[in-house]
DNA sequence: CTAAGATGCAACCGTTCGGTTGCACAGGAT
DNA sequence: ATCCTGTGCAACCGAACGGTTGCATCTTAG
């Protein structure tokens, strides 16, 4: 039903540079300097990057003094998972736990 | 680790018309036609979105006399949900679930 | 045979995307 | 006060995207 989230989270989720972004702060907060250290691509890409991610709520920044870190929120991955879930029931046994398994409360 | 299926997945499932006729398809078998008729898209746009999701292994095709028909296979959504749930756990208890289940047999 | 419906191919268009570069601004360290 | 270092803003570029239109082709229904 509700779609924006759904359209945020596999639209950022659908570059492998952004992929990359997110496996880095899967292991730990980061700012952009250090993300684009870790990357072939400038900061500035990076920081496109994170706010696309922003955008779709899986991640989070916090202003510490002169420099901006970010942290991973996978919790957007529900919506995504859902839909997919929602979408398949019935075509994969897998999927119709799946659902069952994200209808269980954090 | 193999990146291609899950950019194919994602980038796929990115695009709000493609997820309508993933919608669509999961209701049913349809050709290009018939789903244009449902969708304020034209037949060509359809087209275009079934070789998209053709490619993500998320339909497949056969061919029908003058038609073609189109079948849903909702098989490569584990391969972008394994991403999120190796990506994301540690994090969330129901993507450690979730990956556990993943790794059951079909 | 012929007409109608379905697909395929190709060109075109405006917008978005991923990425770059250049420069200005802000905050810490010394 | 000054020099780094990290951010932010904006312009720019080429490629890909989503979509359209027009036309050709193939196949079945009558």
Redesign the pocket.
Known sequence: MTDWPVDAVF?AL?????RSVMRLLSEGD?????I?DQL???????????W?LSEAGLVT?E????????HFTPAPFRDAMSWMAEVGAGWDHRLDALQRLLQTRP
């Open positions: 639209s659908s570059d492998p540079t952004r980061a700012n952009a300097t250090e684009a072939p691509v400038s900061r500035q890409a990076v920081t496109k990057h994170l696309a920044s202003r510490d003094g002169r420099e901006k870190r970010y």
